[in-house]
């Protein structure tokens, strides 16, 4: 099983950008998906957060700026970034619980994707 993230880029404050992350390999089912981000120096924090039936919740500081989406058929899950501000800047991971090939329930991370905001 992989998850593998994209999108990530430069862009300035007040801009926006799309991050895609595709889950493939031997999978049985998916269950909550999710995107956290990270600092350097400082813990991974969720970020959004997609339940199989579409229940979303969002870290405080991008509600409103933020939406995640999945595509159940193609086994993926975006967040869109509106209005993006300087401190939104971060490597943001996608993350999924899989059943895999062992027929239990696994957490699992994508790579990382470096988004950065100028002022």
């Known amino acids: 099983v992989q998850l593998q993230a994209s999108g990530g880029g430069l862009v300035q404050a007040g801009g926006s950008l799309r991050l895609s992350c595709v889950v493939s390999?031997?999978?049985?089912?998916?269950?909550?998906m999710a995107w956290f981000r990270q600092d350097p120096g400082k813990q991974r924090q969720l970020v959004a957060r997609?339940?199989?039936?579409?229940?979303?919740n969002y870290a405080d500081s991008v509600k409103g700026r933020f939406t995640i989406s999945k595509d159940n058929a193609k086994n993926t899950v975006d967040l869109q970034m509106n209005t993006l501000k300087p401190e939104d800047t971060a490597v943001y991971y996608c993350?999924?619980?899989?059943?895999?090939?062992?027929?239990?329930?696994?957490?699992?991370w994508g790579q990382g994707t470096l988004v950065t905001v100028s002022s």
């Open positions: 997609i339940t199989p039936r579409g229940s979303t």
């Open positions: 390999g031997s999978i049985s089912s998916i269950n909550t």
């Open positions: 993350a999924a619980d899989i059943m895999g090939p062992r027929g239990t329930w696994d957490g699992y």
